[in-house]
């Protein structure tokens, strides 16, 4: 069975300070990993799509990477605006349409 | 921002009663979905389409239907609502890209759906 996690649940920053999230996840085979930031009442807002191990993506503040078994975006000198909660999911190569979510990881930013 | 609208975007209904749930989409995707997002849970797929009249069930698919008549419209029904329905939904759509890549998936606003 597909499984995501996401760590920590819950993450503090100051303006400026850096740090990273992380998705760890079980698939038979990754067609796709994919993080979407959703902030209060909306609906989730794609960020990024990694296909295999090894792949990177920037996006201004932040950068997705890709192993075998897990997944970081990270974030540098976040600002208020970054405060949203991140959420990872994974789409598995047998099971054609049925994408995987993770809980999500609720970000704060304090200036 | 995808062309997605989910119509309610609130509703308040009572146990038993049938509710309906619209997305419409002008980005012409093929395939469109159904979540629900609930506290702890995460977004769950309730139902999926992949094109006008073909559509297959996700997870959490026991006491809902979908129809999709058109390509632009995807419709959520609660036949008998129950408390436990009571969530945010998500219509989501995507566009199959190559055989060797992933479907990225753009969501809508939500409804927020409380059953009383």
């Known amino acids: 069975e597909d499984q995501v996690t996401q760590s920590p649940e819950a993450l503090r920053l100051q303006e400026g300070e850096s740090s990273s999230l992380n998705c760890s996840y079980t698939?038979?085979?990754?067609?796709?990993l994919f993080w979407y930031r959703q902030d209060p009442g909306k609906g989730p807002e794609f960020l990024f799509t990694?296909?295999?191990a090894g792949e990177e993506k920037e996006k201004e503040r932040l950068k997705a990477t890709l192993t075998k078994k897990e997944s970081f975006l990270h974030i540098t000198a976040p600002k208020p605006e970054d405060s949203a909660t991140y959420l990872c999911?994974?789409?598995?190569?047998?099971?054609?349409?049925?994408?995987?979510f993770g809980p999500g990881t609720r970000l704060s930013v304090l200036p | 921002d995808a062309g997605i609208t989910q119509s309610p975007r609130h509703k308040v209904t009572e146990t038993g009663t049938p509710v309906t749930l619209r997305c419409h989409q002008t980005?012409?995707?093929?395939?469109m979905y159904w979540y629900r997002q609930d506290p702890g849970h995460g977004l769950r797929l309730i139902h999926y389409?992949?094109?006008?009249?073909?559509?297959d069930k996700g997870e959490v698919s026991d006491g809902y239907s979908v129809s999709r008549s058109k390509t632009e419209d995807f419709l959520l029904t609660l036949e008998s609502a129950t408390s436990s329905q009571t969530s945010v939904y998500f219509c989501?759509?995507?566009?199959?890209?190559?055989?060797?890549?992933?479907?990225?998936?753009?969501f809508g606003p939500g409804t927020r759906l409380t059953v009383l």
């Open positions: 999911a994974v789409q598995d190569d047998d099971y054609g349409q049925n994408f995987v």
């Open positions: 989501a759509i995507s566009e199959r890209g190559s055989a060797l890549m992933s479907d990225t998936q753009y």
């Open positions: 698939v038979s085979g990754l067609r796709g």
């Open positions: 389409s992949y094109g006008v009249k073909d559509t």
């Open positions: 980005e012409n995707h093929r395939y």
């Open positions: 990694l296909y295999s």
